[in-house]
């Protein structure tokens, strides 16, 4: 019992010893697979549950790991994607607000506008207003939208590509 511990207790793979290593390395790799399942499905709400179900590792579990690697809990690092992909919705199309709520899995799309402002210190519909101006500004095009999509990808994606 006194061997697990030392494992289980570096699930990161801070210990030299290569056993510790490869439960780091698999703990990564479990992670970086509930990231892409939450990629999937943006357009439904998820549960701490459902993401430790597919990592085959329990929610309690699953949150200190996700934390501890990502350094934000699972269902924020979630919330976060989804109003990326609400902000290059309201970027690159002319659907409305309430459609766009609608396709990110949000019944209310008061609600959604909530979440979205909470994320952006915008609401949806500004932060389109200011889109639309800044590429007419910059002469049309998604140019300045690019850089602000590529510097907002998750922070979580380039710590675990870089840990």
Do not use: W
């Not at 510790?20 to 992670?31: D, S, V």
């Not at 430790?52 to 501890?68: G, V, W």
């Amino acid at each position: 019992m006194i061997a697990i511990e030392p494992q289980t207790n570096d699930n990161l793979g801070n210990s030299s010893a290569g056993t510790a290593e490869n439960c780091g390395l698999k703990t990564t790799a479990r992670i970086e697979q509930t990231i892409v399942y939450m990629m999937k499905h943006l357009d439904r709400p998820l549960q701490v549950a459902t993401l430790a179900a597919q990592a085959k590792i329990s929610p309690s579990h699953f949150f200190a790991l996700f934390k501890r690697r990502i350094g934000s809990a699972p269902m924020d690092y979630f919330t976060r994607l989804r109003m990326q992909r609400a902000c290059r919705l309201l970027e690159g199309t002319s659907l409305s607000v309430k459609e766009i709520a609608s396709e990110l899995g949000y019944d209310d799309p008061f609600y959604f506008s909530r979440v979205f402002k909470s994320v952006n210190r915008v609401a949806p519909s500004d932060y389109r207003a200011a889109q639309l101006e800044m590429s007419i500004k910059t002469g049309g095009g998604r140019g300045a939208s690019n850089v602000s999509d590529e510097a907002s990808m998750p922070t979580i994606s380039r710590k675990v590509q870089f840990a």
